[in-house]
């Protein structure tokens, strides 16, 4: 039998996922400029606790491009301490909304731009990686760019579709290239991906229910799977 195309397998994995867990409905978020904050500070911590340093800022009326701007670090990182490291993304959040202050001017000329454009700008930004990036385009600008965290290259390698090796660009390419180019599509796909990977794929997988587990080679070989 001829293996399955890329794209195939792909929408095969995302219909499978999305009849165990239905519409996930991310990024949870008032506003675009709150989910360009929250990828910044969810870098090395959990959402918990990015939550937490969001809510600060909402307190403090901080969750502005023009409130960060002006505050000063130490104002700014005190009150996003418990996203961690928060000295760091005291220096990150800052150097976004000054990059874009002199840039665009506004979030909404920024994201008026070529997104392909604009995702080479902002990966050049002291900060911001691909994945950063990528969740500022997906899910603040509404722009088809497949985001790509540990949880999809752990649950795609154990499916046999990349290398758990294979760098981030790589395993993005594998989306844009076999995926039509649709935001609903590419958010949804990485919300269910990142809820298998918490429920199922983890890095001791749970393969008991698992909705991909026919079509996974690495539960045949976990030792007491049923």
């Given amino acids: 039998m001829a293996a399955k195309q890329p794209q195939t397998r792909l929408l095969e994995i995302y219909d499978s996922l999305y009849r165990r867990y239905g519409a996930l409905n991310w990024w949870p978020a008032d506003s675009p400029f709150e989910v360009c904050v929250g990828a910044i500070l969810t870098q090395n911590t959990n959402w918990n606790n990015v939550e937490k340093a969001i809510a600060n800022m909402k307190r403090e009326g901080l969750l502005s491009i023009e409130a960060v701007s002006a505050a000063s670090h130490d ?3 005190e009150q996003i301490r418990p996203s961690g490291f928060f000295n760091v993304k005291s220096v ?4 976004f909304v000054e990059w874009l202050l002199q ?22 930004v002291r900060g911001i990686g691909p994945e950063t990036c990528d969740s500022i385009l997906l899910y603040a600008g509404e722009k088809p760019s497949f985001v790509v965290d540990a949880y999809t290259r752990r649950l795609f390698s154990r499916l046999g579709l990349v290398d758990e090796k294979d760098d981030y660009h ?9 995926l039509p180019h ?19 794929c983890r890095k ?3 393969c008991d229910g698992c909705p991909l587990r026919d079509a996974c080679s690495h539960a045949t070989l976990t030792p007491g799977a049923p």
């Fill in 75 to 77: 104002v700014l990182a």
């Fill in 92 to 95: 990150r959040l800052k150097g």
């Fill in 103 to 124: 840039r665009h001017g506004t979030l909404e000329a920024m994201f008026a731009a070529s997104w392909e454009t604009l995702r080479g700008e902002l990966i050049a």
């Fill in 170 to 178: 790589h395993v993005r390419s594998l989306f844009m290239n076999h």
């Fill in 182 to 200: 649709e935001v609903p599509l590419f958010n949804e796909y990485h919300a269910l991906i990142v809820e298998q990977c918490k429920r199922h």
């Fill in 204 to 206: 001791r997988p749970s």
